[in-house]
């Protein structure tokens, strides 16, 4: 991958590679690791059946006064909605079908009239649209009106929550709607048959009456605490629209289900509510930088130096996540090409010689880039091109694909030779992956083209020092002829005994890979939906139908830890914008776009980064 350097207008301020970095970072990946099952979750229901089953016998028995049955049965309510929360976020384990099954279990003893499919989407479009309107977010019908209105609000949300999805019914998925009208008829139905059968008192004392008090609770604990008088909103900060509530967490804590750290949950929607304190002494510092609504226990609201100074804290740097990060050399050293392979018909691999003196300043992290500059037919033409080499290989190479026009891609192909030499800068960049080997980690790169040259650095690093991570790449290309490393990246899926599975997608259904002829086999179905294949072909581009499909089975964001996008602007906006829809935090989609296009001259194109430039 190569993008063109322009000189900086005059007057013009540069932004430094640390103010940069710091807008890619976002907030730090708490790197919380999200288990097959959840425990805590699945035994969170299993209680709160437990106790409602008892609750009932209670009742039934006429062993217990009513005050204590209705208040059992509304906690029930309470508990049951956290493990249908967990799952509507794929948060109550890595297993898609366990979220699937907890939810719809979890459903009846909150809302029996209404699906999981329904709750879901409901829920998520609140987190996308945190505090707009209540036509777009339907959470905000809580907070919105006069003071006296709000506990009626907080008791009706479920009548809102209808009002909402009805105006967005004809949008959604068939499947979904089918669940949703057989739920509610079949509740419908049941309740009239209880009445039919003089059964009414004892349905409105077990269910109807303690699942109003803890909707009531739930509106007013989930909904309005976190949520309300914050002029923010998810679109135009998500650090903004959501508050924690601090001190007597002894009390506050258990009482509200780790709700008092709501914010936590907003920005990072797949952690389970268990460690959503330890998501935030992680992170404690970034969220405190970036001025988070914080809120005492009684509703004092507290600025981030109030908070310091009341939790005692230092402003010292707590990790390297969160500190500046150090300034690179910025001057040129010269570098012997060593070797030029061909890697395609167009493009070849550049091997630089780097003395020992200079091993230091040459060391890189895995998704940087190179700055080489030289002077052709009298013009110096500078080009930066990604390090396609592991970080721990001890080689310092980039692919140089020929370009029409381009002076410094004709000049590698036709006239440098081993030997020569070139300006290089020292290694810089904040689209990288350092490996963190505390635990496993399941990433997944996205690439097409040359976009593939960062992220082969980062998938070889990772997953040879990370030795139980497991890497999935989906690559983009026209034709097995002209793909990048395709022979390394099948040594690679090799090597990695399956840790590494690549998908191609090549958009020329003539492409000889998509006919190799290979013998049927048996259990070929089952292989692949195991991922077993080290390697798959697909005709056609990785469009938003395609990715939708992956994001709901093997690739559910939910089971992934890092998200790593190189590209045209046109796939990487694709991309994102789909996992944003699935809820995936910012801070774990990591992205660099490039441009193909290079002028004869050697001015040019701006330099594209992985994220915004602050101006």
């Given at each position: 991958m190569s993008i063109d350097l322009p000189s900086p207008a005059p007057g013009v301020p540069v932004p430094s590679e640390a103010e940069v970095a710091?807008?890619?970072?976002?907030?730090?990946?708490?790197?919380?690791?999200?288990?097959?099952?959840?425990?805590?979750?699945?035994?969170?229901?299993?209680?709160?059946?437990?106790?409602?089953?008892?609750?009932?016998?209670?009742?039934?028995e006429d062993l217990a006064p009513l005050w204590l049955t209705i208040g059992l049965h509304a906690l029930v309510t309470f508990t049951m909605f956290t493990v249908l929360h967990e799952s509507t976020h794929h948060a109550a384990g890595k297993l898609t079908w366990v979220n699937q099954v907890l939810g719809r279990l979890s459903i009846p003893f909150v809302a029996a009239y209404a699906s999981f499919p329904l709750l879901r989407y409901i829920h998520i479009e609140h987190h996308r649209n945190t505090n707009e309107d209540a036509y777009t977010d339907p959470d905000a019908w809580t907070s919105h009106g006069r003071w006296w209105q709000l506990p009626f609000r907080w008791l009706t949300i479920d009548a809102w929550y209808v009002r909402f999805y009805a105006a967005k019914a004809g949008t959604r998925p068939r499947a979904e709607l089918a669940e949703?009208?057989?739920?509610?008829?079949?509740?419908?139905?049941?309740?009239?048959?209880?009445?039919?059968?003089?059964?009414?008192?004892?349905?409105?004392?077990?269910?109807?009456?303690?699942?109003?008090?803890?909707?009531?609770?739930?509106?007013?604990?989930?909904?309005?605490?976190?949520?309300?008088?914050?002029?923010?909103?998810?679109?135009?900060?998500?650090?903004?629209?959501?508050?924690?509530r601090v001190g007597l967490e002894w009390l506050m804590t258990p009482l509200m289900l780790y709700q008092n750290y709501h914010l936590v949950h907003h920005l990072h929607p797949a952690i389970p509510f268990y460690r959503y304190i330890k998501a935030w002494n992680s992170n404690r510092e970034a969220y405190l930088e970036r001025a988070v609504p914080i809120a005492t226990a009684w509703g004092?609201?507290?600025?981030?130096?109030?908070?310091?100074?009341?939790?005692?804290?230092?402003?010292?740097c707590p990790d390297q996540a969160s500190c500046p990060e150090p300034r690179r050399s910025t001057r040129f050293h010269w570098l012997r090409v060593d070797e030029i392979r061909p890697l395609t018909e167009d493009s070849v691999l550049v091997t630089f010689d780097v003395p020992e003196r200079l091993a230091e300043t040459f060391r890189f992290s895995a998704g940087q880039h190179l700055t080489v500059k030289a002077t052709v037919d009298g013009h110096e033409v500078r080009r930066t091109y990604s390090i396609c080499a592991a970080a721990d290989s001890g080689e310092l190479r980039i692919a140089v694909k020929r370009r029409d026009g381009g002076l410094f891609s004709t000049h590698v192909h036709t006239t440098l030779r081993p030997g020569d030499l070139l300006e290089v800068l020292p290694p810089t960049g904040g689209f990288t992956l350092t490996p963190d080997m505390r635990r496993p980690h399941r990433y997944v790169a996205i690439?097409?083209?040359?976009?593939?040259?960062?992220?082969?650095?980062?998938?070889?690093?990772?997953?040879?020092?990370?030795?139980?991570?497991?890497?999935?790449?989906?690559?983009?290309?026209?034709?097995?002829?002209?793909?990048?490393?395709?022979a390394e990246l099948t040594m690679l899926s090799r090597q990695f005994?399956?840790?590494?599975?690549?998908?191609?997608?090549?958009?020329?259904?003539?492409?000889?890979?998509?006919?190799?002829?290979?013998?049927?086999?048996?259990?070929?179905p089952v292989g692949e939906a195991l991922a077993i294949s080290h390697e798959r072909y697909r005709s056609g581009r990785l469009d938003g139908i395609r990715l939708r499909a992956m994001l709901q089975n093997r690739l559910h964001p939910a089971k992934i830890d890092d998200w790593f996008?190189?590209?045209?602007?046109?796939?990487?906006?694709?991309?994102?914008?789909?996992?944003?829809?699935?809820?995936?935090p910012d801070e774990s989609v990591h992205y660099e776009l490039f441009h193909v296009d290079t002028p004869a001259t050697g001015a040019a194109a701006a330099p594209t980064t992985d994220a915004p430039v602050p101006t």
């Amino acid at each position: 991958m190569s993008i063109d350097l322009p000189s900086p207008a005059p007057g013009v301020p540069v932004p430094s590679e640390a103010e940069v970095a710091a807008v890619r970072r976002g907030v730090p990946n708490p790197r919380i690791p999200l288990p097959p099952v959840a425990v805590p979750t699945v035994a969170l229901f299993a209680a709160g059946a437990a106790v409602w089953a008892a609750t009932t016998w209670l009742y039934l028995e006429d062993l217990a006064p009513l005050w204590l049955t209705i208040g059992l049965h509304a906690l029930v309510t309470f508990t049951m909605f956290t493990v249908l929360h967990e799952s509507t976020h794929h948060a109550a384990g890595k297993l898609t079908w366990v979220n699937q099954v907890l939810g719809r279990l979890s459903i009846p003893f909150v809302a029996a009239y209404a699906s999981f499919p329904l709750l879901r989407y409901i829920h998520i479009e609140h987190h996308r649209n945190t505090n707009e309107d209540a036509y777009t977010d339907p959470d905000a019908w809580t907070s919105h009106g006069r003071w006296w209105q709000l506990p009626f609000r907080w008791l009706t949300i479920d009548a809102w929550y209808v009002r909402f999805y009805a105006a967005k019914a004809g949008t959604r998925p068939r499947a979904e709607l089918a669940e949703t009208y057989t739920v509610l008829a079949v509740a419908l139905s049941a309740m009239a048959g209880l009445i039919a059968c003089g059964k009414g008192w004892d349905l409105l004392m077990i269910y109807l009456i303690p699942q109003r008090i803890g909707l009531g609770v739930l509106a007013w604990w989930f909904d309005w605490l976190p949520h309300h008088g914050l002029g923010e909103t998810q679109r135009r900060n998500r650090f903004g629209a959501t508050r924690v509530r601090v001190g007597l967490e002894w009390l506050m804590t258990p009482l509200m289900l780790y709700q008092n750290y709501h914010l936590v949950h907003h920005l990072h929607p797949a952690i389970p509510f268990y460690r959503y304190i330890k998501a935030w002494n992680s992170n404690r510092e970034a969220y405190l930088e970036r001025a988070v609504p914080i809120a005492t226990a009684w509703g004092r609201e507290l600025s981030a130096a109030e908070y310091r100074a009341w939790r005692q804290l230092t402003q010292d740097c707590p990790d390297q996540a969160s500190c500046p990060e150090p300034r690179r050399s910025t001057r040129f050293h010269w570098l012997r090409v060593d070797e030029i392979r061909p890697l395609t018909e167009d493009s070849v691999l550049v091997t630089f010689d780097v003395p020992e003196r200079l091993a230091e300043t040459f060391r890189f992290s895995a998704g940087q880039h190179l700055t080489v500059k030289a002077t052709v037919d009298g013009h110096e033409v500078r080009r930066t091109y990604s390090i396609c080499a592991a970080a721990d290989s001890g080689e310092l190479r980039i692919a140089v694909k020929r370009r029409d026009g381009g002076l410094f891609s004709t000049h590698v192909h036709t006239t440098l030779r081993p030997g020569d030499l070139l300006e290089v800068l020292p290694p810089t960049g904040g689209f990288t992956l350092t490996p963190d080997m505390r635990r496993p980690h399941r990433y997944v790169a996205i690439a097409a083209g040359s976009g593939i040259t960062p992220v082969i650095s980062m998938l070889a690093t990772a997953l040879t020092a990370e030795e139980d991570s497991r890497a999935t790449l989906l690559y983009v290309n026209r034709v097995g002829s002209s793909t990048m490393f395709a022979a390394e990246l099948t040594m690679l899926s090799r090597q990695f005994e399956g840790r590494l599975h690549v998908v191609h997608f090549r958009t020329d259904a003539q492409d000889p890979d998509l006919h190799t002829a290979r013998p049927a086999k048996l259990l070929d179905p089952v292989g692949e939906a195991l991922a077993i294949s080290h390697e798959r072909y697909r005709s056609g581009r990785l469009d938003g139908i395609r990715l939708r499909a992956m994001l709901q089975n093997r690739l559910h964001p939910a089971k992934i830890d890092d998200w790593f996008l190189c590209g045209p602007a046109d796939l990487v906006d694709m991309v994102r914008k789909n996992l944003a829809d699935q809820d995936v935090p910012d801070e774990s989609v990591h992205y660099e776009l490039f441009h193909v296009d290079t002028p004869a001259t050697g001015a040019a194109a701006a330099p594209t980064t992985d994220a915004p430039v602050p101006t």
